[in-house]
Nanobody, 113 residues
Framework: VRLVESGGGLVQAGGSLRLTCAAS????????MTWFRQSPGKGLEKVAN???????FYGDDVKGRFSVSRDNAKSMMYLNLNSVKTEDTAMYYC????????RGPGTQVTVTP
């Protein structure tokens, strides 16, 4: 299993960012995928997940602002962050399945006031 996140960076509050997760080493098109985030103040949080067919789940803190999608042909998952807030600052991880065990190294998102 190999997962690599990209797209993080510095963004002003109210702005947008797109994170990408490149997956390999497993049957991506048959696997649930999840975005987590972790910050010193809030700990580990499930942000969103998406089923192989595209059904989605969002955490309460991001509902209506973030959207998760996937491209099974490219083995890629995406997270669009819109209307970001300073409290969205965290390390963002993509994970295989619904747990945190098989995950990438993460990409840092920092939201400035």
């Amino acid at each position: 299993v190999r997962l690599v996140e990209s797209g993080g960076g510095l963004v002003q509050a109210g702005g947008s960012l797109r994170l990408t997760c490149a997956a390999s080493g497993f049957t991506f098109g048959a696997t649930y995928m999840t975005w987590f985030r972790q910050s010193p103040g809030k700990g580990l949080e499930k942000v969103a997940n998406i089923s192989p067919s595209g059904n989605t789940f969002y955490g309460d803190d991001v509902k209506g602002r973030f959207s998760v999608s996937r491209d099974n042909a490219k083995s890629m998952m995406y997270l669009n962050l819109n209307s970001v807030k300073t409290e969205d600052t965290a390390m963002y991880y993509c994970a295989k399945g619904t747990g945190f065990t098989d995950r990438g190294p993460g990409t840092q998102v920092t939201v400035t006031p």
